[in-house]
């Protein structure tokens, strides 16, 4: 319908970002590591934020393993907690969730264990000192963008808009403080690359 507009996000940007800093942070220990990532369903938004995650984190570190699981659920977050458990205790050192509120418990089984995880959608820092960054899908930015449009009598209907690093519709939230100014540097070079097309083709889909 020309009165309705649709809001495609890139999170296989973002998730790229967060790969990649989960590999600098591994990679710095001295020896290859696992990683891994908890996903809601198997659906296009969530393995695009996968995809690009495993690809940034095989970037900064092509040795690194990578564990990948699917909760099938949403809400409850004991399923998520236990999906991070297991890979935890298979070696990861960092569980990135993509599950929504279920996705609460990986972040709680990564606080539990002392390891790293990452956050999704929205910045979760707050949720503590486990959260190693977060990789944000800019709603808000999204959606006053359509309204300025819609002011400015710009609006067109009948079409995707497309949101990602170069309009500022992804983006990384809080990065720890734990993290060396030198790698926050390397990720921000790396954001820079991904806008600017010099980084292109990322991944978008889970094998």
């Not at 009165?3 to 989960?22: H, P, R």
């Not at 539990?112 to 959260?131: M, T």
Request: with cysteine.
């Amino acid at each position: 319908p020309k009165d309705v507009g649709g809001l495609i996000f890139k999170e296989q940007e973002v998730g790229y970002l967060a790969g990649y800093l989960a590999g600098l942070v591994e990679k710095a220990k001295g020896a290859h590591a696992t990683i891994g990532s908890v996903g809601g369903q198997k659906q296009p938004p969530v393995d695009r934020y996968i995809a690009g995650y495993q690809a940034g984190a095989k970037k900064a570190d092509p040795g690194v393993k990578l564990l990948n699981t699917y909760s099938q659920d949403w809400v409850d977050q004991a399923k998520c907690k236990q999906a991070a458990l297991d890979q935890i205790s298979a070696g990861a050192t960092i569980v990135f969730q993509v599950a929504g509120g279920c996705g609460l418990g990986a972040l709680d089984a990564a606080k539990e264990k002392g390891v790293w995880g990452i956050g999704v959608d929205a910045d979760q820092s707050y949720l503590g000192a486990q959260v190693l960054t977060s990789a944000m899908k800019r709603v808000d930015t999204s959606v006053y963008s359509t309204i300025q449009q819609v002011l400015a009598g710009k609006f067109a209907g009948g079409t995707n808009a497309v949101f990602n690093l170069a309009n500022n519709g992804v983006g990384l939230g809080k990065i720890s403080p734990k993290v060396p100014k030198a790698d926050v540097k390397k990720v921000q070079q790396i954001a820079k690359d991904i806008s600017s097309g010099k980084i292109a083709n990322i991944p978008t889909s889970v094998g």
